[in-house]
């Protein structure tokens, strides 16, 4: 008996300690925060793509890890959620953009996820929902008779969006966009980028720090985003 009142007195505090443990982790899930996202992406008619050096070759924007976004009335309880319209809250900003001949919207969706750091946080595809970036590769022979592998890309708006919520909330936008009707005034020093038959591949690469609660606005000479980050708990 002694014996055993031994063990069970080494035994009770890794016990106790173990459920302290897993309350804690109980209640740091419970506690949580989640935010709801809400981005208006669009091309600006105005943009000045002669000013610019725009590749001529799609690469894709590749993150390590994608959160999966289930629509807003999915029974999983997934931690990325796709907002309802009647929750978006820049409806009408994305109207005046779209009435007007110097803008067009190509995105406007939200979605709510919790407060994740740097390390953990997974990027959400661009359009939302869609896979992760798998560009296929199709093999075409060259003019010395060898194999070469090429990526080819719809036409259309891809990437991610990555929201981090540290001290700060920053926005990791990496964005493409490839328009065929866009038009490119040649120059001289363009040539080597774009042949004749190809289009630009306008990329979107930036890093905001922003507000809750607050419209940001991410500038580019041709994609602009608006973009809004609210506590859901609120």
Do not use: C, K
């Not at 891809?158 to 936008?173: C, F, K, M, P, T």
């Not at 980028?193 to 306008?202: G, K, Q, T």
């Amino acid at each position: 008996m002694h014996n055993r009142g031994t063990l069970m007195g080494r035994l009770v505090p890794h016990l106790l300690a173990a459920v302290a443990l897993a309350g804690g982790v109980a209640m740091a899930q419970a506690n949580e925060r989640l935010y709801d996202v809400e981005v208006v992406i669009f091309s600006q008619q105005h943009g000045d793509l002669v000013e610019e050096r725009w590749p001529s070759v799609w690469e894709p924007a590749v993150f390590s890890s994608y959160a999966e976004v289930v629509p807003e009335d999915s029974p999983t309880r997934e931690r990325f959620r796709q907002l309802a319209r009647d929750q978006l809250r820049l409806g009408e900003a994305a109207r005046r953009l779209d009435d007007s001949d110097r803008y067009s919207v190509l995105l406007h969706a939200g979605w709510q996820q919790p407060g994740l750091e740097r390390a953990s946080a997974p990027a959400v595809t661009v359009p939302l929902g869609s896979p992760p970036p798998a560009p296929a590769l199709e093999t075409e022979r060259g003019e010395d008779n060898g194999i070469r592998a090429t990526l080819h890309a719809e036409p259309g708006l891809s990437g991610y969006l990555r929201v981090i919520v540290e001290r700060h909330i920053h926005l990791e936008a990496n964005l493409r966009l490839l328009d065929p009707s866009l038009e490119v005034q040649r120059r001289q020093d363009h040539l080597p980028l774009l042949r004749a038959d190809s289009s630009p591949v306008i990329v979107m690469n930036q890093f905001r720090q922003m507000r809750s609660g607050e419209l940001h606005y991410l500038d580019h000479s041709i994609l602009g985003i608006l973009v809004r980050v609210d506590r859901a708990d609120r």
